[in-house]
């Protein structure tokens, strides 16, 4: 997110992840209003320059943040947790191991 310096690029990206989050309809959501709105609000022209906008690109970014990492947490909530109770062997292979076997080359009973 270093690159994301222009605020024009911060809302696309926020407008994405809304997106993600919402589907289809997203531009009729609230949220897609509000963050609009905000933006255009603290649009600087070229006659004045606002240290509000820099808080207000600063708090855009902090918000952009929190929407990435809700989606990513939710995408691997889903990975791990939505499956339900798992066995011993594919709680090992998830994590690249393998469970040991008996001499004669039966693996564990179950």
Known sequence: ?????SPLRVCRSILRELRA????EYK???AYNYV???FRKNQVTGERYCRAQQEALHSSLTYL???SSTRQHMALHNLYHAKGEISA?????LV???????PGGK????
């Open 28 to 30: 009729q959501t609230m």
């Open 89 to 93: 062997e594919d709680a090992a292979g």
């Open 65 to 67: 943040c929190l929407l």
């Open 1 to 5: 997110m270093a690159s994301l310096n």
């Open 96 to 102: 690249g191991l393998r469970l040991p076997t008996q």
């Open 36 to 38: 609009l709105e905000q």
């Open 107 to 110: 693996g564990w009973e179950k």
């Open 21 to 24: 989050l919402k589907g289809p």
